[in-house]
């Protein structure tokens, strides 16, 4: 079965800082990759999703993601914060065969205004 | 269209007793999943629907859980002699097939005394 690891618990950024949150996944098959974010009080909602082609994907809010296949890897990044990307980020792995979703347990982003 | 819709938003029930939560999906879409998500934690898999297709229930961590999906509609999660442990958030997420972004309800904050 898949699992999701993300490094990171809680990253707290000053305002314009760079951001880069890890996502490790391990699965035997081919993959689509999603990160997902909850605003404080909100629902969860897809940032940026990962299904093939050009392995650096561009979200939503200026974030963009990295799919390196070598590393298992999908990192979230963003060159410069702002106080409203505080939220939880939470990294997700779909197995194409059985479909089957699975999410890391989710990095706490906090960025001092 | 409308969102995932989830019910009751708020759940308190006393220990021992059963407990079923409501999922409205979006219309039109065929998978259905459940999560749950425990304070300070991530996104734990509950159960997935697809379809027709049997469920995947791996995720479903003891018998006293059990879900059901009427066609491709609403589902109802159940839990039988509820236990303090089970206190959580329960999200549901439906997508359709070919998009595969998962769009999430607000969730049934489950609180077991």
């Known amino acids: 079965a898949q699992s999701v690891s993300q490094h990171n618990h809680h990253v707290i950024l000053s305002e314009a800082a760079s951001l880069e949150l890890g996502c490790n996944y391990s699965?035997?098959?081919?993959?689509?990759l999603f990160w997902y974010v909850q605003y404080p009080g909100q629902h969860l909602q897809l940032l940026l999703k990962?299904?093939?082609?050009?392995?650096l994907v561009k979200g939503i809010k200026g974030f963009e993601a990295e799919f390196i296949k070598s590393k298992f890897s999908f990192n979230l990044r963003k060159p410069s914060v702002q106080w409203s990307d505080t939220a939880e980020y939470f990294c997700?792995?779909?197995?194409?065969?059985?479909?089957?979703?699975?999410f890391g347990a989710g990095t706490r982003l906090t960025v001092k205004p | 269209g409308a969102g995932v819709s989830q019910s009751p938003s708020n759940k308190v029930t006393e220990k021992g007793k059963d407990v079923e939560l409501r999922c409205d999906p979006i219309s039109g879409h065929t998978a259905l999943y459940w999560y749950r998500q425990r304070l300070g934690q991530g996104l734990e898999f509950l159960i997935y629907?697809?379809?027709?297709?049997?469920?995947?229930k791996s995720g479903l961590p003891s018998d006293r859980f059990s879900a059901e999906r009427t066609g491709e509609s609403v589902s109802t999660l159940t839990i039988q002699r509820t236990q303090q442990e089970d206190s959580a958030v329960y999200l549901c997420?439906?997508?359709?097939?070919?998009?595969?972004?998962?769009?999430f309800g607000p969730g049934t904050r489950l609180t077991v005394l």
């Open positions: 997700a792995v779909r197995g194409t065969v059985n479909n089957d979703m699975r």
């Open positions: 990962y299904f093939s082609g050009d392995p």
């Open positions: 699965y035997g098959g081919t993959v689509n």
């Open positions: 997420a439906s997508s359709s097939q070919v998009a595969d972004t998962q769009y």
């Open positions: 629907f697809q379809g027709n297709s049997a469920p995947d």
